[in-house]
């Protein structure tokens, strides 16, 4: 049984959400009408900034014409398979330059550099590994996202308490007892907070890829769309893309949620 005054103090949690996703919607609807309203009296030059209705338009011609689905579906498979061979080889690379300081100070300089490194200037020689196709997409996504998991996870795990670690040990834990029931466990918000940075880095990833070699996904319609000057269709395929990754970035979220509330 609740008190009053908790009941109240929930109500109004509840009142302050709905009032924040109203007015998300609000300034959503405000932004897409502004742009559609400035483009039809050309103030903003429609064909440069194309509208809201001409990116519609265009949706519903790729859609009518069978494409869209086509090029959505593989674009969020490309990038499902990056984010999650991103997430699990960058996992367990942290876990082993944790497990062992040699390696770690070893390979400290060569992730440094890998993370500095722009990764689209490898995508030629990935071109030529991999061939022109969605395989050398998938690596250009794993590239991306790997490096950031690496090093966020690594340093998880590296700032847990010394102190702690050192009592495990007094009391004869191994080092893999160590890790599974206290370095994973204190490190998992650092885990989804990797989990979110990686959603969007493995978009980037396969965007960049299919600019470079893909006949098809939502990143081959925008370079095609500007190819033929159809920017309603670059518009359009950038808004679709913000769509999925909000949607993708949502997911992670929840489970970010169903964690917390389980503390």
């Known amino acids: 049984m609740i008190s009053k005054e908790h009941e109240e103090y929930l109500k109004k949690v509840k009142r302050n959400r709905r009032k924040i996703i109203f007015t ?3 300034i959503l609807v405000a932004f897409f009408l502004l742009w559609e309203v400035l483009g039809n009296l050309k103030i903003i030059d429609p064909f440069l900034t194309s509208t809201p209705l001409r990116m519609f338009k265009s949706f519903m011609k790729l859609y009518n014409e069978g494409a869209l689905i086509n090029h959505i579906t593989i674009t969020c498979f490309e990038t499902i398979i990056g984010f999650t061979l991103g997430t699990f080889l960058g996992t367990i690379i942290a876990i082993m330059l944790w497990w062992s300081d040699f390696l770690s100070n070893v390979l400290d300089p060569y992730i440094v550099v890998l993370n500095a490194l722009p990764k689209v200037a490898l995508g030629p020689i990935i071109i030529f590994w991999a061939g022109n196709g969605m395989k050398a997409i998938i690596i250009m996504a794993l590239l991306i996202s790997i490096i950031s998991t690496i090093i966020s996870i690594l340093s998880g795990f590296r700032e847990v308490e010394e102190d702690k670690i050192k009592l495990l040990k007094t009391f004869g834990a191994s080092k ?3 890790l599974t029931n206290l370095i994973i466990p204190a490190t998992t918000p650092t885990f989804i907070s990797a ?7 493995s978009w980037v990833g396969v965007i960049m890829g299919e600019f470079l070699v893909a006949k098809k996904g939502l990143g081959f319609l925008i370079v095609y769309g500007g190819q033929v000057a159809q920017l309603d269709m670059v518009m359009m395929s950038v808004v679709i893309l913000s769509i ?5 970035y949502e997911v992670v979220h929840y489970f970010e949620k169903k964690y917390a509330t389980k503390l």
Do not use: C, P, Q, T
């Open 24 to 26: 998300r919607i609000l």
């Open 176 to 178: 893999f007892k160590i």
């Open 195 to 201: 989990l979110k940075i990686s959603v969007g880095l």
């Open 244 to 248: 999925i990754a909000y949607l993708m």
